[in-house]
């Protein structure tokens, strides 16, 4: 289980983070929301260690520290691949560095979606880059995988098919927490959603409970930023009446 | 050990086709420009070395080769340092490992140019007129061309020394560079010892002071690169 208990970051002035706690359980697909700057990317490098924080994250009961890291992988939207290795030499490093790293699942994802494995990832398209990126984040062998906006830049008939090898190949033991804006489309796939908003925990839902109470993601979401649905309406109403006072 | 090999590899990998391709051009270009000032005629070696322009090949093939070397494992176009700092190696580890790679490439420059002086020495003894040419035609070249002799200083022993201080100064710098840049800061530092080296490399003999000078600049710069990442890690290891 991770565990992120009173979780706190500050940029300078700014508080990207304020108090949050956590859990994610082993097997969960946890959806993470919010507006830019709610902090989701933070929170995410929080618990890689990327970032220094207040608070205590734990992984199974224990500090996360160099030998569990392994056990967490990252997928992001700004890519963490080396643009001078090739899919194949991405491949024996991580193996290299990731005892548990999935050689069998590597090779299928890379012929499911017809990957050069001999070219450098510097001449990619941005579509297969981010492809590729989280099929290292899929293959390194982790418990908990993060992906931050991970299919940014993919069209919708790739996105889907990553949702649905997603759910085909992922172990019960396998757990993701998945950052995005498309919240229709991944209404189907993840099993809770965990809203922020300016750094705070917002909202924390099962998508069963959502279902008992008969209310999509999306208005969970509206209800819980409290977002006014009128509000353009109202605001080019003003606009036109002030250029009529005019 | 193979973790360590692999972080290794990634320097290499990364631009070692590209360095390669630098010196195959230079000795293809110097050995031309040699070429043609043989041809112009020269009153001794040092002339025809000086006016082959091969000074300016060399510094030219230099300042390739260290934007090469220092922009891998910058951050272009991906976040590498996320990976990196997952890694079960340190990052002072890929540093290293960097800086390794990078003194064989510089050593690899040196080597290049010095077997390129000693190839135009043989080129112009066969070409030049018998009578004046003698044993000691190579050996005083060396000693008067302050080109020549800053690549093989013979028995000058500090201007080895500095050679020396300059490649792993250089080498060092080059890893630092990139170890600041993934942390989008400017890690300016070496880029004044490349400045330093294009400016001040060929000097005449028996300048021991700008040798003793040199030889210091070089080691505390690299001294302070090394106390920086040691720094940066255990202030990142303390917030982490």
């Known amino acids: 289980m991770l565990q992120i ?9 700014k508080e990207a983070l304020r108090d949050v706690s956590l859990q994610l359980s082993q097997g969960e697909i946890v959806g993470l929301f919010g507006e830019n700057g709610a902090g989701k990317t933070t929170l995410m490098k929080c618990i890689l260690g990327l970032l220094a924080y207040r608070g205590q994250i734990l992984l199974d009961g224990r500090p996360i520290v160099k030998k569990s890291k392994a056990r967490l992988a990252f997928a992001t939207a700004e890519h963490s691949f080396f643009p001078n290795l090739t899919p194949e030499g991405h491949r024996d490093f991580y193996s290299w560095h990731f005892p548990e790293f999935r050689e069998k699942r590597f090779r299928g994802l890379m012929e499911f979606f017809e990957l050069p494995i001999h070219k450098p990832l510097r001449s990619f398209s941005a579509g297969q880059k981010n492809q590729f990126e989280v099929i290292l984040a899929l293959c390194q062998g982790a418990d908990y995988i993060l992906m931050d906006e991970p299919f940014a830049g993919n069209d919708v008939f790739n996105r889907e098919d990553f949702y649905k090898v997603l759910l085909g190949i992922l172990e019960p033991s396998e757990t993701i927490l998945l950052s995005t804006h498309l919240i229709r489309e991944v209404s189907g796939f993840i099993g809770r959603a965990v809203l922020l908003h300016r750094g ?9 409970q959502l279902e008992d109470s008969g209310q999509s993601l999306l208005d969970f979401i509206k209800c819980t930023y409290r977002y006014e649905a009128d509000r353009v309406s109202k605001a080019l109403g003003e606009l036109a009446g002030e250029e009529d006072g005019e | ?90 990052e002072t580890a890929v540093f290293a490992g960097q800086a390794v790679y990078n003194v064989l490439c510089y050593l690899a420059v040196w080597a290049l140019q010095a077997g390129l002086t000693l190839l135009f020495c043989r080129l112009y003894v066969l070409n030049a007129d018998p009578a004046s040419v003698s044993g000691q035609t190579v050996f005083l070249a060396y000693y008067r061309s302050s080109f020549l002799h800053s690549l093989l200083p013979l028995e000058e022993y500090s ?56 030889s210091l600049v070089s080691m505390v710069l690299a001294g302070y690169e090394i106390s920086q990442i040691w720094e940066i890690r255990r202030e990142e290891r303390n917030d982490g």
């Open chain 1, 5 to 13: 208990s009173h979780v706190s970051k500050r940029y300078g002035e």
């Open chain 1, 200 to 208: 705070e925990i917002a909202g924390d839902v099962s998508m069963a």
């Open chain 2, 1 to 90: 050990m193979s973790r360590y090999l692999s972080v290794f590899a990634l320097a290499v990998r990364g631009s070692f086709y590209k360095v390669l391709w630098i010196l195959a051009a230079a000795a293809a270009l110097e050995t031309g420009l040699f070429l043609v000032s043989l041809r112009r005629g020269a009153d001794s070696l040092e002339q025809a070395v000086e006016q082959s322009g091969a000074a300016y090949g060399m510094a030219l093939a230099f300042l390739a080769v260290t934007v090469f070397l220092w922009r891998t494992g910058c951050e272009y176009g991906s976040r590498q340092g996320y990976t990196l700092r997952r890694l079960m190696v340190s």
């Open chain 2, 159 to 214: 201007v080895w020394i500095r050679n020396v201080c300059l490649v792993l100064g250089l080498g060092i710098g080059g890893a630092y560079f990139p170890f600041r840049q993934r942390r989008g800061e400017l890690g300016l530092a070496p880029v004044f010892l490349a400045a330093a080296v294009l400016l001040f490399f060929c000097r005449d003999l028996g300048d021991m002071g700008a040798d003793v000078f040199f």
